[in-house]
Every structure is written in C-alpha cells, then in structure tokens.
C-alpha cells in the first residue's frame, strides 16, 4: 500500500510539473521547442525528394554487397537533407524571442552547425567517392575539435563511489574526454545503420529522450539559459530524423549514408555534453546520483547497442583466427534476422531496447529511480520475450513435429 501510494504521489508531482513546464514563467518554452523540432522534420521531409535525385545523378548510390541486407542500388547522401532541416531549424530558433538568449549567452547551437557541416561534409564525400579509415578518422576529429574550440565540451563529471563526488575537469582532460566520447558516438551511428530505418529510428529515441532530460533541468534551474542548447539540439536532432525516416523506413527509398549517420553521432554528443556541462549538485544533492549521471547514462544509451554488436564482433571473429575488423554477415541485426524476425520487427526490437535504456535515464529527473528501475525490468522482461518469440516458435513446431 505504501508502495503504491509513493507512486501515486510521483506521478501526482509529474503532473504538476507538467502543468507548470507549460507556463512561460516556469522559464521552459515547450510550445517553441514543439515549434522547431517541426520545422527540422518538415523541412527534412520535402528536401529528401531533391537530394534522393541529386544523388543518383551525381552517383552516390549503395550497390548490394554480400554482407548487405539490402538487394536493389539505393541513393545515398540523405544527412544533405537531414542538415538542410537542422540548419532551418536551428536558425528558426534563433530568431524566436523565447529561444535568443539561448544563443546570446552560449555557443552550443552555433558549433553544432559549423562541426555538423564539416562532419556532414566529410560524410557527403565518403558517400560519393569512398574515404579510407584514417582520413574519415581525422575529418571526425576536426569537427570534434570545432566543438571544443567553440565552447562544447565537458567541465564536470560526477564520481558515486569512494566519497569522490563532483570532479571539476582541468582544460586537457575536458578536450581529451570530449574527443574521445564525440568521436565514438559518431563511430557508433555508423557503425550501427546496417537496416532501413534504424540509425534515423535510434537518433529520433535518444534525441528525445535528450529533450526530455533538458527540459527537466530547465524546470529545475529555473528557465537557465545554459540549458537551452541541449534541449534546442536535440529536439532539432529528433525533428530531423523524424523528417527522413518515412523515406528511409523498410523498404528505403534512399540511405542516409555517412554524411547522415555521423551527423547525428556529433548532434548526440553535442546534445549530452550540453547538457552535462552545466548540471548543478545544489539543484539535486548529492543523494540524487542518477540524476547526476543521467548525462553519462543517457551516452550509453547512445552507444548501447553498437558497442554491444561491436564487442561480440570481435570477440567472434579472434576467436574464429579472422581480424576483429573483417566484415561478416553476423552483426546483432543479422542474427535476429536469421532467427525469424522480419526486416521492420529487427528495427522495432533495437528500438525497444535504446528506448528502455534512454528513457530510463532521462526520466530519474522527473521519477523516484526505484520507481523507475522497477518499471525498466519490466520493459526489460516484455523486451526480452518479444526478442526470443521466433525461437519459443521453432521449438514448440519441433516438438508438434515429434
């Protein structure tokens, strides 16, 4: 009983702030997020149609290879549509009066665009002529390094254990952690756009989930406008995707390559150092420790399945004498695909399980996270039977067989 009414009374809290986050004076300008998130996804939606012919005329189209799922050329350089919304969007943002002191007291917005053109830029090319490892490696760099010269990197990071607490970060530590979590989230979009739909799909999840956990220091700090970049750029991030994903979803009528993928890694990464930069521990004590490291767990959220499919790579392929970066038909996707789910429910299953993580990390702000944590294993429970259904399927045909 008394379990059910602190649930009661969590989601009673919810509510209320739901209803005060609506008030202008509450410092969150909800209607005007909702606004440019739009914006980024129409305008996204009707440029995809004239980049899908520019890139067939110019030749950047994906043949079917072997270790491919797709079996017809598609038309690649769909993150030229995907930044064509962002770019309208974010300087929509800049123009609203409830969005400008966003850009007035911060760079994040601006870096965003000037490191998501280069990245787009460098993805444009690999998507038309093919870049080798090492030069797509140091054009990923180079956009980092315009995110830490503008002003977009770490300067805090929360330790729960040992009584360590808030860390604050000296310069050469925040640039080389920034780098380094910038550079493999971009490498964990591309790594993980292997099916139609997927990477715009987990970059429209964890871009909202993002939003969400803005929105929710923005409530706590009072409208701070060091808070509105995380929340600006990933709800443009969300719109986007969310732009492209009708035209990408099984079957894809066009690829949002490598030009598309990194630049929601680096959206990503902007977005959770943003947000992470200047979260306060007098705003939540010292007891709220998910709060404190919704920021670090909202990246692993990001980079969940990708490092998941990545290490089980190479543990497979050591282990069978082959080098752990020998392409093979045996990524996560593909084995869900071998053991019976179709093409659209492998995606709607990766989706389910960043969503549980994303949204279990960013809603501690608003929820009790023993509340939260409790309704996650149950997510977890319903995600993992979904997982295992056609293989529950095949045995009891096995025994009907017997």
Request: hydrophobic share 55%; with cysteine.
């Amino acid at each position: 009983m008394k379990y059910g009414l602190e649930v009661s009374s969590d989601v009673a809290s919810l509510a209320g702030g739901l209803l005060a986050l609506s008030d202008r004076s509450a410092g969150v300008p909800l209607r005007e997020l909702a606004l440019v998130g739009l914006t980024a996804a129409i305008i996204t939606y009707f440029a995809t149609g004239p980049v899908r012919v520019l890139a067939t005329r110019l030749g950047a189209v994906a043949y079917p290879r072997e270790r491919d799922v797709h079996v017809t050329p598609t038309p690649r350089m769909g993150g030229l549509a995907m930044f064509l919304g962002v770019g309208s969007a974010v300087f929509l943002a800049s123009q609203l009066p409830a969005l400008t002191r966003g850009f007035v007291y911060s760079t994040g917005m601006p870096a965003v665009l000037v490191a998501g053109a280069v990245i787009m830029g460098i993805g444009l090319i690999d998507d038309r002529w093919g870049l080798d490892a090492l030069t797509k490696f140091a054009g990923q760099i180079t956009a980092a390094s315009v995110l830490v010269t503008m002003g977009v990197a770490w300067s805090v990071l929360y330790i729960p254990v040992g009584g360590v607490g808030t860390i604050v970060l000296d310069q050469a530590s925040s640039i080389l952690l920034t780098l380094a979590l910038t550079v493999s989230i971009v490498n964990a979009m591309n790594f993980v756009d292997g099916l139609d739909g997927l990477a715009a799909g987990l970059g429209l999840i964890t871009a909202l989930a993002i939003c969400m956990f803005s929105v929710g220091l923005l409530r706590d700090h009072g409208g701070d406008v060091l808070y509105y970049p995380p929340a600006v750029i990933s709800v443009v991030l969300a719109g986007a995707c969310l732009g492209f994903l009708p035209h990408n979803f099984h079957r894809a009528r066009i690829f949002m390559g490598d030009s598309g993928s990194m630049l929601i890694g680096l959206m990503l990464a902007a977005a959770s150092t943003t947000a992470a930069g200047p979260i306060s521990q007098n705003a939540y004590g010292a007891r709220d420790v998910f709060a404190l490291l919704s920021p670090f767990l909202l990246v692993v959220a990001v980079m969940f399945v990708p490092m998941l499919d990545l290490l089980l790579a190479i543990v497979r392929r050591t282990r069978a004498g082959r080098s752990a970066f020998t392409p093979d038909k045996m990524h996560l996707h593909h084995r869900l695909l071998q053991i019976g789910h179709s093409h659209r429910r492998v995606v709607l299953l990766i989706y389910l399980w960043v969503g549980i993580v994303a949204f279990g990390a960013a809603s501690t702000i608003f929820f009790d996270p023993r509340h939260t944590a409790a309704v996650m294993l149950g997510a977890i429970a319903v995600a993992g039977v979904a997982t295992v259904i056609p293989l529950l399927r095949r045995r009891d045909e096995y025994y009907d067989d017997q």
